[in-house]
């Protein structure tokens, strides 16, 4: 690991002016290119104390030997060069996006002396008309289909085509009218090339004029009485819309445009683009990136519209390309893709109307292809078996933690607080084994006592459950009668618990105080992802590409998650907590019909016992309890409409109304189900 200072400039070397740098490691490869408009002030933050830089940077710095750098005119060509020096040396440290496919393109090879209609992938050529990127080839393959039939042009290999120059006959296309046939002479080169011509307006979105055109030659060959001819022009016409009705119109304005969204977390972001010509999603496609950099949302705009323009000239460039956040400065960003295009770029956010509604279906989904990469990642055998070995040697564990138990805390500004214990095995969860805690040992607002309280609880039962079972207690043993896992008979290898050193000297005060020597415990805190470790003053940082990070993430988060679902749940259920509740032996079907007969608690309590008993289901005996029940029950104070200082009567169930956004509100109807879990 290298001293950032032992490379450092010296002062005055440094220039303050446009231009481009590389950090190199100790073997002389590019590790980082970056871009600044001034380079002295750029640089400079990258010296400065190593506690105040980013974990991320910090790595970056402390693997670099040395830094060079190259000075520009303005911020363009800076742009220019940075993608240009990304692209020679793929750095490992730079945002660097992978298709998750790789997408096919219609392509038409105007370089060639007869152009060809064929589907295209990988890099792009010069000479090349593109379209697309298309979701499957077979989508192109059908809409050459339809359009072969009015713009004829050649199809076949170059192999093929020299076959039927050779002999004189053409292939079956040629034959059946899909093809003019330049290979034997039936259209000169100018006017199969005229063709081809035609048939990239026609997918560049200038539908309009060809479709009125072969409307116009319909009509004039129907008054000529020409009516097969007039029939074919026909059947021209519909594939031609038929072709057209395949891309949706989804602005009425026939925009050319790029959409660019971002999904994004922590470790990873994912970028979805819709490319719509002449109002009509004509491509779509996707990257997603680990975020080896400290880097904003707008920088993976930036780095997103490098790598999607960077090799485009002309009409591949559109006139306007939306995105969710704008590069800072804008300006030369938005310059370059004008060279680029040699024409006007507008660079913007939608702010209304269709193109804002069309930008929040490209965020969706950019966030289900993100969703889809982390279940693909997860699901994958060999590396979940890679980040449990990863997490073994940062943590230095003597094998991997095949059962990995983590706990959270939750409550509302100290009321009723809750725990929950999520467990993982072999890299995935087990929901079954899911437990939740309300905090009993006392009241208020204190995670760490928390935490000490519900890791207490926990391996003291996991104590009880071993003594009954004895040490070397075989696996039937660990199962109650039905077959399923007794609660808390197994022993986790490692215990994460969500929060930084406070947390973690909690719980592993609580397991010593238990007399448990042989379970790890860590923390992980969210703010920076840094990994504590008991008794140790500074934290364990996993590089963020590091599928050992992404594990324990994915635990904590899943911790927090069934955690805060359980204290909404409980919060809603204290808020419409009724004295019926407190009855003995007066189920729901009872308390409904009781609500019912009286219309609310409030006029249940004046009711006589005799009144009581009218209630079907209820007998003199239950009318007594109740009645006993509610006398010695305080009368709920009323609620108070905040907003205007309204008393406010009973509601028909007997609970208080309250007012909207309110403590009470119910949880979301879409909140998982977590009946599993059990609470303790």
Known sequence: MADPSSYRPRPGEIPDSPGVYRFRDEHRRVIYVGKAKSLRQRLANYFQDLAGLHPRTRTMVTTAASVEWTVVSTEVEALQLEYSWIKEYDPRFNVKYRDDKSYPYLAVTMNEEYPRVQVMRGHKKKGVRYFGPYGHAWAIRDTVDLLLRVFPVRTCSAGVFKNAARTGRPCLLGYIGKCSAPCVGRVSEEEHRELAEEFSDFMAGRTGTYIRRLEKQMTDAAEEMEYERAARLRDDIEALKKAMEKSAVVLADATDADLIAVAEDELEAAVQIFHVRGGRVRGQRGWVTDKVEDVTTAALVEHALQQLYGEETGDSVPKEVLVPALPDPVEPVQQWLTDRRGANVSLRIPQRGDKKSLMETVARNAQQSLILHKTKRASDLTTRSRALEEISEALDLDSAPLRIECYDISHLQGDDVVASMVV????????????RFQIKGFEGQDDVRSMHEVITRRFRRYLAEKEKTGE?????????????????????????VDGGQPQVAAAKRALDELGIDDIAVCGLAKRLEEVWLPDDDDPVVLPRTSEGLYLLQRVRDEAHRFAITYQRAKRAKRFRASPLDDVPGLGETRKQALIKHFGSVKKLRSATIDQICEVPGIGRKTAETIAVALAQAAPAAPAVNTATGEIMEDMEDGTPGTTAGAPGEPVPAGAPDERRGQET
């Open 424 to 435: 993982f095995e072999d890299g995935l969860s087990r929901k079954s084994e899911y437990r």
């Open 472 to 496: 070397w207690a075989d696996g039937d043993e660990l199962k109650d009668e039905e077959g399923r896992p007794k609660r808390f008979a197994y022993p986790p290898q490692l215990v994460v």
